[in-house]
């Protein structure tokens, strides 16, 4: 049974409760109403709908969706039960909510305050997927966690070239919500804030325009706003080993909670567009260490040759710059290390101090160790990547990502038992 | 010709400068580079370019696109001709983006920067459309424009409730991107900004997700982030009576410059999505005067019934509230007056001052005379409009749309001229 046909709510075949003409003085009857919005016509099986429960949290190996809303909440409330009675909800609300269903009726009793905001309605699933993640504050002393922290999880150090906004970083929880349609991934987290009213505030909200990567080869490569394809030399979902080894946390941990679960570091990157814009396009070629239009590394042709980091040309000079980002960022130059990339791309408009556009790349990657792999990769990146003349990392969180559920179960119900 | 024709370019069929393969060292060729990007590949004839030129402007009786990049520059040259220059480069710059071309190569000579920024290659036309707009503040002193000023184009007056943000309302020009992808209005805006440098600088930037309402019959009726239907009342682009009577200025302009075009205001709305949230159905019903789910009338069933502002229920009260919001706004409290509304949903995160989530209504109109619609409409609607308790004007603006051009012209011409 979906859930759509449990709670007999549908956003496309549209039911309202007994009482939903609330406010129809003339003329109107549930039933009309019924009938002017459609829900005669036989609700289209739905082809959009990226399934919540399973082994894994959706939204991780998922194929990159086109918006994206992040949101990070702390816990206001010092009680544990509020906690837990927050997570059981948002769970069954977002278990609808990817299901392309409303979180309760829209237009229910007159007199109370509609359990669902509704401009979600008559709106496709759009493939929405909702993952969370617990933030390192959260295993402080308030909620007896601490021995319940995973070892492998603290907040990102101090880093290279950093320039944090400590507003826009960190948090006690995220939820990340990615979906091919704006509207859709925005009504999800409006609506478990709602739902988390007293027991969270939402401490930043993150919006992305446009995934600037891949996870799959079934994805034509996108474009980051510095106009080059980026995913090319990612992770993918269809390499079970490469995700068993760098993505999804196995036997080696400390906390049973996490197996099958993954980290998830994000970093708000802006991207200096203007000076990137007046720099010359060999120069930028050099600086990625690709080509801008076909995405081919410099030693080749095609999108996906392999890079020849050793090649040189005729001077007897490396094609790659010693400190070309694909270099650095390479697994050759990490001890083997790989992330699975996630981001997208942003523009939050206009920076008023600067009158530049306040625009970049929402960095996000999940992994196994984060010390072990986004840090390593960052603290060589962030020193001498020929990229940092164009870019600034201005906020950072990470997260603990535990494993999917079964239906019954909860978000973080064997991190609380 | 198409300009993608003109220019050998195209952003789906692919063709690259001579030099376009800059930096490739082993073995690669710009033919390689050709076969790589699929250029072999004959581009389908694109279905979703909007025609730049016509009699009108396009992005005002155009279906509303699903995204929303509205900038506004001030200009910081005080040489005409800067100013001229850069119209006739937007202008050119404006026919290719909107047939879905770059603006020039993404990969042409190595040693310069290239033309477009590339990150809307690969993306489809997206239905994109840019209107331009005039402020008043060009036409003071520094142009020679003071007689070139139409009568009605004033700096909208302070109304009502009115909170506005000076930084984010005002402009002395305007560029509205609409698209369905948001990437593809960025990228136009982003890359107008760029051939603007040194003449202009953008003053604010607002980003709309989801169109909250709808011109034409042949889309359904969106919803806004109050999750009610909007645009149901809406000046529709079928009726050109409507379109000749409120929209398009006419023989009554003291500017011929400005025969038909029309005049736009832009206000970035605030929705106290919180607080709306707790409120209950009925009253929700009450405020704005329909049915939340179906969008009818509180004064019938289904969405298109007429409204019955003179209904009475059994008590004998009106059923339609004497300052619901539909009520006041409508022409019959208005002296007959219509506006074209064309807004988009919006969020810009969290404001970091309350915790609260910064969304609401990004409204544009479009009107042939500010001050005879949309002022007056809303100086009413701001004195006892019950949505007051719930939303907040923070920015205003209004600009002199000029009509749609011939192939050839340039924005602005007939003013300049
Ligand atoms: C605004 C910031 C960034 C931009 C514009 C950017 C852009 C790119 C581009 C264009 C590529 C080549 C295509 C591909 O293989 O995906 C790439 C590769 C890569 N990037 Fe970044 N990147 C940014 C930040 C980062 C950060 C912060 C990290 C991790 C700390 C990172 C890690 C990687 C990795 C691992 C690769 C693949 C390298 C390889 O194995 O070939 N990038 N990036
Ligand atoms: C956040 C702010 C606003 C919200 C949420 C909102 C919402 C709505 C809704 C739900 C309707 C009914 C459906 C329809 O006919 O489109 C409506 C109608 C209308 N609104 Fe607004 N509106 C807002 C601001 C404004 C403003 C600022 C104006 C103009 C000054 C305006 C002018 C109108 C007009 C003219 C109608 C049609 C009335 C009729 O003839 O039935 N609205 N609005």
Known sequence: MTSAERSG?????????????????????????????????????PTDVVPFFGAQQAGVATPVQDRLVFASFDVVSDRREDLVAMLKE?????????????????????????????????????????????????????????????AVLHEIPALPADELDLGRSHGDLCVQACADDAQVAFHAIRNLLRIGRGTVVMRWCQLGFGRSSTTTRSQSTPRNLMGF?????????????????????????????????????SRRIRILVESWDRDRLEDQEAVIGRQKVGGGPLTGVRERDVVDLAAKNKQGELVVDTNAHIRLAAPASNDGQKILRRGFNFTDGMDP???????????????????????????????????????????????ACPPGLREGQWWGQDLFS
Chains 1, 2 share one sequence.
């Not at 549930?30 to 009938?35: E, I, K, M, P, Q």
């Not at 030399?233 to 490469?242: F, G, M, Q, R, V």
Request: hydrophobic residues 45%; charged residues 20%.
């Open 9 to 45: 709510f549908s956003r496309r075949g549209l039911l309202i409760g007994a009482a939903g003409a609330g406010g129809v003085a003339v003329g109107a009857t549930a039933s009309g109403l019924f009938n002017a919005v459609n829900a005669d016509e036989p609700a289209p099986p």
């Open 90 to 150: 948002w769970t069954s609300a977002a278990a609808k909510l990817t299901a392309g269903d409303p979180v309760g009726e829209v237009a229910g009793h007159p007199m109370a305050p509609p359990e669902d905001t509704g401009e979600a309605l008559g709106l496709p699933a759009a493939n929405l997927t909702l993952t969370v993640g617990f933030g390192p504050s959260l295993f402080d002393q308030r909620f007896g966690l601490e021995a319940k922290k995973p």
């Open 229 to 265: 394809k980026d995913g090319t030399n990612n992770i993918l979902s269809e390499s079970p080993a490469d995700m068993d080894a760098f993505v999804w946390v196995g036997d080696e941990t400390d906390q049973q909670w996490m197996r099958g679960g993954t980290y998830v570091v």
């Open 353 to 399: 101090r600067t009158g530049q556009l306040d625009a970049g790349l929402f960095f996000i990657c999940f992994q196994k160790d984060p010390a072990k792999q986004f840090v390593a990769i960052q603290r060589r990146l962030g020193a001498t990547d020929l990229l940092n003349e164009y870019i600034k990392h201005v906020a950072s969180a990470v997260f």
